[in-house]
């Protein structure tokens, strides 16, 4: 008897995979790719060269056995995928039945397994996010259900170059396995982040490369750019495409003020357009992004109550401020019973970059925190937030995130103390309060790198003007692209996309007297 013959006769009773080589036999009893798995960790030699029986193989444990260097296989059960993988590596294959796609144990989707591999020919890389998927499974058995409170803010990604849509895929990939990896799950972009490709960066980065359920992700509805009740439709089922997927986890009616409020949400009925998604199963949840004051927050969650959650710009600088009203909107939520997103935490980047003697405060109280861990941790302490967005831009950016909200601890009553103190001192110095959401950008004929130059003005500013010739330089370096501060012609068309309500026109003029 062959050595195929003899691992399908030890494929019997309750035993799942079954291997021969040479005068070698091995029977095995768990499910799934487990078999392949353990052999690839403990006993790889065995599995080269060998004969193995398996009852249902698809393109995951086909990618196992080719990159383990198997020679050849019998199953029960064996999908197209896994042909196709057997036909490329040249492995002979016999089988009973032939089936498109295997199922997960519930018999509802396609296994986590072959969902990871499907975009995947290389077996090497195959077995690489196998493994990648196996840990994050098994980290969400351990941990329960609870989601971890940080989420991917997909709106400060990597670039390659100066273009917002030269997004750094590779990079983004990276920090995507990471973020995983370490037990979080949320991800939250938006149809015009990145010059609307930060969808698609989802899809590439997120969706193409992991099972569904191991990851949330949130987008949402630009009411704000719609011209008609109809477009909602067109542009819900333009980002199921674009984000591969066909439900999504949270889904928000995008940038919420007063005036787009009246003019696009109420008029086109978005709140009640969102809800027929969600009795259609399109979403899972729905809610809304809010800018604007806490009179406007009641109306609209008075008006709308089954709204689900709301996303709110929050972070320890405006908690009082009049013109953001951070901490009214966040009392408001709160007397509505609405669970919270924060946006923001970081202002943008303004509190991971706070001055000296306000960074001499943290580092005297916890010298092995990071400045960005006190606008975040701040944010999630908060009561009712159950998730805080962060739009990271690095690899470093992300492991200091991930590394304090693990385990996450609000801040106690003195650290809240020094953040006040903080937050007076940065008052002091006449940063410009800009997030660098980029919506100002879209609509500007000149040009003008806006949150690029406030940027680079406040690096000047909160660095005491120590590093003006840096700043400068960092100026100068997006002024070649772009139009110049002082080519502003005061349309004033960025002014009424700004959630911060900022004074552009004016605030550029002082960056031109600062740096031209
Ligand atoms: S006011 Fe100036 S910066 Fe704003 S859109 Fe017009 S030209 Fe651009
Ligand atoms: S100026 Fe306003 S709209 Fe433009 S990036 Fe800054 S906060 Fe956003």
């Known amino acids: ?24 036999e091995r029977v095995y009893y768990e499910s799934g790719i487990q078999p392949l798995l353990n052999l690839s960790d403990k006993d790889r030699e065995l599995l080269k060269g060998a004969a193995v029986a398996d009852k249902i193989v ?7 056995m080719a990159a383990g260097g198997a020679a050849e296989v019998y199953a029960g059960v064996m999908s197209r995928g ?18 498109e796609i295997i199922s997960d144990r519930t018999g509802t989707g396609a296994c986590p397994m072959e969902q990871t591999v499907r975009y995947i020919d290389d077996p090497a890389k195959a077995e690489e996010a196998i493994r990648r998927t196996q840990h994050i499974l098994k980290l969400r058995a351990q941990g329960g259900k609870e989601m971890k409170k940080l989420g991917f803010g997909m709106m400060r990604l990597p670039l390659k ?37 930060s969808e698609l960066v989802a899809r590439e980065c997120l969706v193409k490369r992991y099972p569904r359920e191991v990851f949330r992700l949130a987008t949402k509805l630009p009411a704000f ?62 809610g809304f992004s809010f800018h604007d004051t806490a009179d406007v927050l009641d109306r609209v969650l008075s008006d709308h109550p089954d709204a689900e959650f709301v996303q709110l710009q929050i972070n320890y600088l405006d908690w009082d401020s009049e013109r953001v009203q951070s901490g009214k909107c966040w009392e408001v939520a709160r007397r509505h019973g609405k669970p919270i997103i924060i946006m923001e935490p970081v202002k943008g980047g303004t509190l991971a970059n706070v001055p000296p003697q306000a960074e001499a405060l943290f580092k005297a109280k916890e010298p092995g925190m990071s ?11 908060l009561d009712g937030v159950f998730m805080v967005l962060s739009g990271m831009s690095t690899e470093a950016q992300l492991e200091d995130n991930t590394s304090f909200m693990s385990d996450f601890k609000p801040l106690d009553e003195g650290e809240l103390e020094t953040v006040k103190k903080v937050a007076s001192i940065i008052k002091g110095t006449g940063a410009i309060a800009c997030t660098a959401c980029r919506y100002c950008t879209e609509n500007c004929p000149m040009d003008i790198a806006i949150p690029d130059y ?22 100068e370096a997006f002024a070649e692209g772009h139009g110049t501060a002082s080519a502003c012609v ?23 007297a600062k740096f031209e």
Not at 58 to 64: D, R, S, T, W, Y
Not at 169 to 189: I, S
Not at 371 to 381: E, K, Q
């Open 1 to 24: 008897m062959n050595a195929i013959e003899r691992a399908k006769r030890l494929l019997c009773g309750r035993a799942t995979f079954a291997l021969v080589n040479g005068k070698r």
């Open 490 to 512: 005061r349309c004033g068309a960025c002014e009424e996309h700004c959630p911060q309500h900022l004074h552009i026109r004016d605030l550029l003029e002082k960056v031109a």
């Open 454 to 475: 406030f940027a680079a003005y406040n690096g000047d500013i909160l660095d005491g003007g120590k590093n003006a010739a840096k700043h400068r330089a960092e100026y």
């Open 371 to 381: 400045v960005p861990s006190w606008a975040i941790r701040f944010a999630a302490g």
């Open 225 to 286: 750019s719609l011209n008609s009740a109809e477009e909602m439709q067109s542009t819900f089922d333009r980002q199921c495409e674009k984000c591969g997927v066909d439900y999504f986890d949270y889904y928000l009616i995008h940038n919420i003020n007063e005036d787009n409020y009246i003019n696009k949400v109420q008029k086109f009925d978005a709140f009640g357009f969102v809800k027929k998604l969600k009795e259609q199963g399109k979403i899972r949840h729905y």
């Open 82 to 99: 896994a042909m196709k993988v057997f036909d490329k590596c040249g492995i002979k294959y016999t089988f009973d039945t032939e089936t």
């Open 161 to 197: 170059s100066g273009d917002q849509k030269d997004v750094d895929l590779e990079q983004v990939k990276k920090m995507v396995d990471e973020f995983l990896a370490r037990g979080f799950e949320y991800f939250d972009t938006a149809w015009m982040y990145h010059e609307h490709t």
């Open 58 to 64: 698809g393109k995951a444990a086909a990618c196992l």
